[in-house]
């Protein structure tokens, strides 16, 4: 909630500001990022970063663009940093999603394992590391405190240095510059909130880019390593979970409209599923095969 009683964000999405999705990793932004196309013409959105680049290259590209370029989206979708927002010359506001931490390590672990395109992949099957060799190898920033990283706009910490102070920065981020920061876990109602936020009509999903199986659970040594690791990202989703309830309790018909909502995305999901999921199914078997090459 903001100080004057709005929902996050109400003031900024109100005078109609370009949107900026910061993608962070493994927190079901690949479903999100088909719900937010949906609410845009094409010629009004812009992805800012294919897989694999590094944050860094991800602004400096952007900043090099003509002014008018980077004036024209009204989305900008990427796995980027807080920071894009200075070099988007008319209003914007964020949007993003957090994940327990814990999952999150997890979902990105298994990711890197499966993904031949990853940057680490074929260390990590090449030496079989594990879980917690993976942790205390330092070898990927997504393992430490990655969420408040991005939402700082943190490119340049060492592994195993995030402060405190990263962590303020980014509560003091999203409090200006967020108008919604949603959670994984209640991606239905995290919708909901955005749609009464932003205004967007189309919020119906079927989920996208899951990952296949279940995941064996953790050793007690690699829990601890991801609570050491993301002792920072833990108090984050805390501290968001607490500002998206107080969200909804202002909001009288928020109950409501989620029922709604769950009701026509039950309606949806066949057809969502006949026009993406089963597609996407088709395109994973011809890629595992060779016959296609994997998306940019």
């Excluded at 999405?13 to 962070?24: N, Q, S, Y």
């Excluded at 990655?146 to 920065?169: F, K, N, V």
């Excluded at 089963?278 to 890629?287: A, C, E, G, I, K």
Aim: aromatic share 8%; proline share 5%; hydrophobic share 35%.
């Amino acid at each position: 909630m903001t100080a004057n009683g709005d929902a996050p964000g109400a003031a900024a999405a109100a005078k109609d500001p370009t949107v900026i999705f910061l993608h962070i990793g493994k927190t079901a932004g690949t479903t999100l990022r088909r719900v937010l196309r949906r609410n845009f013409p094409s010629a009004d959105v812009m992805v800012v970063r294919a897989r694999g680049r590094p944050r860094t290259e991800t602004l400096a590209d952007f900043a090099k663009l003509p002014e008018a370029e980077r004036a024209r989206p009204r989305l900008i979708m990427g796995h980027t940093v807080f920071g894009l927002h200075e070099l988007v010359p008319r209003p914007s506001t964020y949007v993003s999603m957090v994940r327990k931490p814990k999952s999150l390590v997890l979902s990105q672990y298994t990711f890197v394992q499966r993904t031949e395109g990853h940057r680490h992949h074929e260390e990590v099957v090449r030496t079989g590391m594990s879980l917690e060799d993976y942790i205390e190898s330092g070898l990927a920033l997504e393992m430490d405190n990655s969420q408040t990283r991005a939402i700082a706009g943190d490119l340049d910490t060492p592994y195993g240095e995030c402060t405190d102070e990263m962590l303020e920065r980014a509560k003091r981020n999203v409090e200006g510059h967020f108008g919604v920061v949603g959670i994984t876990e209640r991606f239905d109602e995290s919708l909901v909130l955005m749609q009464h936020v932003f205004g967007w009509k189309k919020i119906s999903y079927v989920r996208a880019n899951v990952a296949p199986g279940k995941r064996p659970e953790p050793s007690e040594r690699a829990i601890q390593l991801i609570e050491e690791h993301n002792r920072l990202d833990n108090e984050l989703y805390r501290w968001v979970g607490e500002r998206f309830d107080a969200a909804i309790a202002a909001d009288p018909g928020f109950a409501d409209a989620c029922e709604r909502f769950e009701r026509a995305n039950s309606l949806y999901k066949p057809w969502g599923n006949l026009t993406y999921t089963f597609p996407q199914r088709v395109y994973s078997r011809l890629r595992e095969r060779g016959i296609v090459a994997r998306k940019a």
